[in-house]
């Protein structure tokens, strides 16, 4: 477990892209105002994306270039996920970061072979994130 400042975060990423080296799934995981939205965004600078993250609550997906994907599943839950078929955009080359993602949708990632990770993010002091890759 990492414990990090906003701008230490790079870290994190530094490990991620490590791990996951030709791109992959990332599960974010942590309360509402842990830092989901705010990774993804440092993340993409560390890609080297000049375009501005948001959170995708409203549209479930965005993207940003030609390598990073983004994913909030809280209003659409894994449900609405599947049925819109947006499994099949796991596949595309590049970085998948999935917010809310729950135990639906690592089973059904496991259970069809794909490669991800969970990034476990909770508020452990006032300015402070505390970072947890796993492997699944």
């Known amino acids: 477990m990492m414990k990090l400042s906003l ?3 790079s870290q994190v990423c530094a490990t ?16 509402l105002a842990s830092g989901k939205t705010t990774f993804t965004q440092a993340f993409a ?3 080297g ?10 549209s479930l997906q965005q993207h940003y270039g030609d390598k990073l994907f983004h994913y909030d599943l ?14 099949e955009e ?3 080359p590049g970085y998948h970061l999935i917010e809310w993602g729950d ?3 690592i089973e059904w990632l496991k259970r069809i072979g794909m490669e991800f990770r969970i990034l ?15 492997c699944a």
């Not at 809280?74 to 499994?87: A, I, V």
């Not at 909770?122 to 890759?133: A, G, I, S």
């Open 7 to 9: 701008d230490q975060v």
């Open 45 to 47: 600078t560390f890609l």
């Open 49 to 58: 994306i000049k375009e501005g993250v948001t959170s995708p609550t409203f």
């Open 74 to 87: 809280y209003n659409y839950g894994f449900e609405k996920f599947l049925s819109l078929g947006m499994l």
């Open 120 to 134: 476990k993010i909770t508020k452990c002091d006032t300015n402070l994130r505390c970072y947890e890759v796993q």
């Open 103 to 105: 135990e639906m949708l």
């Open 16 to 31: 991620i892209a490590q791990e996951l080296p030709d791109g992959g799934i990332v599960v974010l995981q942590g309360d």
């Open 90 to 92: 796991l596949e595309r």
